[in-house]
Each structure stands twice: as C-alpha cells, then as structure tokens.
C-alpha cells in the first residue's frame, strides 16, 4: 500500500531511528508498502523515518538508475562490474568510508522539487539485514554507495541539506 511521504519539517526526519528486531509485526508488508512507495514517487531510495516510522529499514534501487543512465555516463557513476542493486537494509551501520570524495546533485522524497550537490565518499562498507533478516556485509561504490549513504543518513536523522554550504 502507498504510503504518504513526510515533509522536510516533520520532526520524525531529525530522529535518530531504532533497530527492529527479527519478529518485527508486519515487516514484510512495511518492505512491500516502501517499495510500493518509493516506486509511486519516481524515487530511487525510501527510509522508514519518511514514511513516520522511526525504525532503521531503508530500500535502495540503483539498478533502475544504471539502466536509465547513458551509456557514456555510466563510467562516471558505476564502477565497470557494477550494474546497481535493489536491495532492503535492515539496522544498517556502515563500518568504512573509503575513495575519493566526490560531489553530486542529490533530491529527496521529503525535500521535493530541491535538488543541491552533496559530497560523499565513493566506497563504502556497510553491515546490515536484508528483507529475509540475513546477515549481510557489503562494499558499494558509486551511484550505489551515494544512495544507500542518502538513505542511511535518513535513520540517523540527518538529512542532505545538513551537508551544504551555507
């Protein structure tokens, strides 16, 4: 089911957010109705905060991105064996920051209409649960890596704009 998005002023977008635990009531519809979400808004990415729930689950689709990005662009955002992900991250931490920093323009559901460059490190190491509550340890680069980075800022109650010049 869609979900309605919270706006940017919303105080449950600045709270740091809870871990779930493995018998969390609901959990796979809550992953269904943000997938369902984030599709219906043309996003790329959903956290549970933007939805009221200040639980650390976010989703991230970078593989409808890659397609979508041209073929002479892709080098820029994906590193050659990279074709995105659509993946679920449940009581993500992310454990390394590592690469170059780069800037990118980034939007938000939350923040519509606003789109600002943000700068963030190109490799990440993330741990996390997928949507079966496996354990997971990954490392991402890239578009991928910016937007799980996006997302996971979100469940700890930071936001995009947070990293702007004045």
């Given at each position: 089911?869609?979900?309605?998005?919270?706006?940017?002023?919303?105080?449950?977008?600045?709270?740091?957010?809870?871990?779930?635990?493995?018998?969390?009531?609901?959990?796979?519809?809550?992953?269904?109705?943000m997938w369902e979400?984030?599709?219906?808004?043309?996003?790329?990415?959903?956290?549970?905060?933007?939805?009221?729930?200040?639980?650390?689950?976010?989703?991230?689709?970078?593989?409808?991105?890659?397609?979508?990005?041209?073929?002479?662009?892709?080098?820029?955002?994906?590193?050659?064996?990279?074709?995105?992900?659509?993946?679920?991250?449940?009581?993500?931490?992310?454990?390394?920051?590592?690469?170059?920093?780069?800037?990118?323009?980034?939007?938000?559901?939350?923040?519509?209409?606003?789109?600002?460059?943000?700068?963030?490190?190109?490799?990440?190491?993330?741990?996390?649960?997928?949507?079966?509550?496996?354990?997971?340890?990954?490392?991402?680069?890239?578009?991928?890596?910016?937007?799980?980075?996006?997302?996971?800022?979100?469940?700890?109650?930071?936001?995009?704009?947070?990293?702007?010049?004045?």
């Amino acid at each position: 089911m869609i979900q309605p998005i919270l706006a940017y002023a919303h105080n449950i977008l600045r709270q740091k957010c809870i871990d779930i635990e493995k018998g969390y009531s609901g959990l796979y519809q809550l992953i269904a109705d943000m997938w369902e979400t984030m599709e219906n808004a043309s996003g790329c990415g959903l956290a549970a905060p933007q939805i009221g729930l200040p639980v650390k689950l976010f989703v991230v689709d970078s593989k409808t991105t890659f397609e979508h990005t041209k073929e002479a662009e892709k080098e820029m955002y994906f590193e050659k064996d990279d074709k995105g992900v659509v993946e679920t991250f449940i009581n993500a931490r992310i454990i390394e920051r590592a690469g170059h920093v780069w800037e990118d323009e980034e939007g938000c559901l939350s923040i519509p209409g606003l789109l600002q460059p943000v700068k963030r490190h190109w490799i990440i190491t993330i741990e996390y649960y997928n949507q079966h509550f496996e354990r997971r340890k990954r490392t991402f680069s890239g578009m991928t890596a910016r937007m799980i980075q996006h997302e996971y800022d979100h469940t700890e109650g930071v936001l995009y704009l947070d990293y702007l010049k004045p």
